[in-house]
């Protein structure tokens, strides 16, 4: 049971380097989700992928891209990464697909550790 | 639009002591709500979840929550602490797509 997967646990990029970090799940979801957390702040959604094939803007999206690849996969991309741009990032799934007010929750993997210098 | 607020960033208690974690919610539809808890250097894990019906959830590891839509709350309670409760606690209300969410209690728990 793998559940949602996060690829790299941890990361140390210089500013203006870019990155794309990886996020595969295997349960099937529509859904598929990117969140920021700092201290302090709880989570913030960057983007979100309601249905294979749409994306759509969160809270936080800039300074940051996405792609749904397929059903299972949503990369989330630093193009120019930024000192404010340190955080922890988790992806997360979810039945709910494009539903308004879903009771479906949200599944997450462990998350990525990205710091940047 | 929707929205959390959960009271107090930490919360104390001693080993078998109640826990007490409080969240307010505003929805402009009949809420969807959850709580989750993160251990350190991991994801967060559903504890419950309230959709409809019975107002007192129960979730894994003792916890449980009541709905009161008078009050728009959705507190969390255990009877008991133990050491291994001790993480963060978020509280999230649901919206168009997503899920809206607080911004989180800490629970220590002291022998």
């Known amino acids: 049971n793998a559940g949602v997967t996060q690829t790299p646990k941890f990361q140390v990029l210089k500013t203006g380097q870019s990155m794309t970090l990886q996020c595969a799940q295997d349960m099937n979801h529509n859904s598929m989700y990117w969140y920021r957390q700092d201290p302090g702040m709880g989570l913030r959604l960057i983007y979100y992928s309601a249905s294979e094939g749409t994306t759509d803007k969160g809270e936080v999206p800039n300074g940051y891209n996405v792609s749904r690849l397929n059903k299972r996969e949503f990369s989330l991309r630093l193009e120019s990464a930024a000192p404010s741009q340190t955080s922890v990032y988790f992806c997360?799934?979810?039945?709910?697909?494009?539903?308004?007010?879903?009771?479906?929750?949200?599944?997450f993997g462990d998350g990525t550790r990205l710091s940047i210098l | 639009a929707q929205s959390v607020t959960q009271l107090g960033s930490h919360v104390s208690v001693s080993e078998g002591a109640l826990v007490l974690l409080r969240c307010n919610y505003s929805s402009s539809v009949p809420p969807y709500l959850f709580w989750y808890v993160q251990y350190p250097n991991q994801g967060l894990q559903l504890l419950l979840k309230?959709?409809?019906?019975?107002?007192l959830v129960k979730g894994i590891n003792g916890f449980e929550a009541e709905f009161k839509k008078s009050e728009t709350s959705f507190h969390l309670t255990k009877p008991s602490a133990h050491m291994s409760d001790a993480a963060e606690y978020f509280c999230a209300v649901s919206g168009y797509s997503t899920l809206t969410f607080g911004k989180g209690t800490m629970l220590l728990v002291s022998p």
């Open positions: 309230y959709t409809t019906g019975a107002t």
């Open positions: 997360a799934s979810s039945e709910a697909g494009r539903a308004l007010y879903s009771n479906q929750p949200q599944h």
